[in-house]
């Protein structure tokens, strides 16, 4: 009895958790989106150099990734966005202490525009469909949103630094070498603690007018 009226009162916890931040006020969100970046900026002091490739290990996707879960459509990828304009002026919140458009520039900079997206695709997904809060489609959802939506554009980026600036044309598996395969196992680390809390905290109801509300009504 004790245990079920735990699990109800933790279900209308989370609810109210969502449904609270789908009404705050427009200022409240900028403090709000302002707070994932400075998560992100933290996150990304957690770092490992590699001596074989110019882009480090991190912790920073944890933040970029939850961002999207917690602040939803739009306000995900704000929050990346302010992450990337405050370094871009010179705040040193990049990996390693940096800051400035240099870095932007600089080998890891498709990593960093990667951000922006990725989390606008999961906010809009989590926030729009309540399928999506499930185990399994929240693990397809970060799965992609990694390894297809950071890795792309960061991956690009590399190959282009290293052609431009370094004068070296990186085969295929070379590209992969230095940019994708040293962050496989810790990205997935990472995405999997995100999964876990995501399924965790986000209602299987409707908070916020989603598309295939009718189908789960009643589910909680």
Do not use: H
Not at 49 to 57: F, M
Not at 200 to 212: C, L, M, Q, V
């Amino acid at each position: 009895m004790e245990i079920g009226l735990a699990i109800k009162r933790f279900k209308e916890l989370r609810y109210n958790l969502f449904q609270w931040r789908s009404e705050l006020a427009l200022g409240q969100k900028v403090l709000l989106a302002f707070g994932f970046a400075c998560l992100t900026g933290i996150l990304a002091q957690v770092r490992i150099y590699l001596p074989w490739t110019p882009v480090p290990i991190t912790g920073q996707t944890f933040a970029v990734l939850f961002s999207g879960v917690f602040l939803g459509r739009w306000w995900g990828g704000i929050s990346q966005a302010l992450y990337l304009g405050i370094g871009m002026v010179g705040i040193p919140w990049f990996a390693g202490g940096s800051g400035g458009i240099g870095v932007i520039a600089g080998p890891t900079g498709g990593y960093l525009i990667g951000f922006i997206i990725s989390a606008l695709f999961i906010g809009y997904f989590v926030d729009r469909y309540i399928k999506v809060r499930c185990l399994l489609n929240m693990l397809a959802l970060m799965l992609f949103a990694n390894f297809l939506l950071i890795y792309t554009p960061g991956l690009l980026q590399l190959y282009l630094w290293f052609l431009l600036v370094k004068g070296s044309s990186l085969s295929f598996w070379g590209l992969l070498e230095k940019g994708a395969m040293p962050f496989i196992v810790g990205d997935l680390i990472k995405l999997g603690g995100v999964v876990m809390l995501a399924t965790a905290i986000t209602p299987k109801r409707t908070y916020n007018g989603e598309i295939d509300a009718d189908r789960w009504k009643g589910s909680e």
